[in-house]
């Protein structure tokens, strides 16, 4: 995980970030627009296919099949490699927890060894085989800059093992989180109804309310005073950001899930849930275009959905991820 975006500094971290971004830019989201929305259409039909025979699990049928086709699809990887790749996820985030357990650091050990395998292999094809797809753009863009092959490749495969990281396991629980957020509030599902405007505000609030990662780990560069306490140069730094969402004084009934909030002078401060300055998520507006269009997409549908049981989390700290969503059509 050190080699990844999010645990390097400038300016290694500068020139990884500026590759990425030349391949993952602002003007892809209108590209991907259209292939999200034909995704989630495909998806609800599905979905609400089953829920005509009685009580469904969205996570399963939606909330995980959403994010590693958006992903996989824009990767351009096999589609018959996706379900694999959920899987891994699961297993590999365990290394990012805050206190793992013997047998939770040996899945996530074995999970990220299939990875490496995986994407060496993934990357080894795109050499031979280059297409239009980031990951051999990333390539092309990379061998401009750097002679050496096997330095490349490993800069390529620590991006690849990221993006799909990241964008499986977070969006999944963000899509899963705001739904369940609007269906426990009815009279603000109704507003929703009635005004569809306001769906990315909904999106914004369940980011706050229920973040998909509520801990980020930092590393002190140099002695540094932090809220009083002295913090040793090399010491580590957890923040806690589902707490900071929740702090009263910070926002107004921190503890209310309000998809107005953002309409209101006191909507307070921007979210943590995407992280801030330099390692701001690169992906964050593609999470947020697959939580809007399917939410969107979703409440326009005939009749209503009610959660019809106890809704199950993985046993974790930092990466939140909802494992059941059990709903059914009233």
Request: charged share 20%; aromatic share 6%; glycine share 6%.
């Amino acid at each position: 995980m050190a080699a990844t975006l999010p645990m390097l500094n400038p300016p290694l971290h500068t020139q990884t970030r500026e590759i990425l971004g030349r391949v993952f830019h602002k003007g892809l989201l209108p590209q991907l627009s259209s292939s999200v929305q034909k995704t989630v259409d495909r998806l609800l039909d599905q979905f609400f296919e089953e829920l005509s025979q009685g009580p469904a699990d969205f996570v399963k049928s939606v909330g995980e099949e959403l994010p590693v086709i958006a992903i996989g699809e824009w990767l351009g990887l096999p589609s018959s490699d996706y379900g694999l790749l959920r899987t891994l996820t699961h297993d590999q985030v365990f290394t990012q927890e805050l206190f793992p357990s013997a047998t939770e650091l040996s899945l996530s050990d074995a999970a990220t060894a299939q990875l490496r395998s995986y994407f060496s292999a993934l990357i080894n094809d795109r050499r031979e085989n280059p297409g239009t797809d980031p990951i051999s753009n990333w390539l092309r863009i990379w061998d401009e800059r750097e002679r050496d092959r096997a330095t490349v490749d490993e800069a390529v495969h620590s991006i690849a093992l990221f993006m799909i990281l990241a964008a499986l396991e977070t969006t999944s629980h963000v899509l899963s989180a705001t739904l369940r957020l609007v269906l426990s509030h009815r009279e603000q599902e109704d507003w929703l109804r009635q005004l569809p405007h306001l769906v990315p505000d909904a999106v914004e609030e369940a980011l706050r309310y229920d973040p998909p990662i509520h801990m980020i780990s930092r590393i002190a560069g140099t002695t540094t005073d932090l809220g009083g306490i002295r913090v040793p140069a090399g010491g580590m730094v957890q923040l806690m950001v589902g707490a900071a969402h929740h702090d009263p004084a910070q926002w107004t009934d921190a503890h209310r899930f309000d998809v107005r909030r953002r309409q209101m002078k006191t909507a307070g401060p921007p979210h943590l849930s995407f992280g801030a300055g330099i390692h701001y998520c690169l992906g964050s507006q593609l999470a947020r275009l697959e939580a809007t269009v399917l939410l969107t997409s979703l409440l326009k549908r005939p009749g209503r959905l009610r959660v019809n049981a106890p809704v199950q989390w993985a046993s974790r700290i930092a990466f939140r991820r909802t494992t059941s969503l059990e709903l059914v059509l009233e």
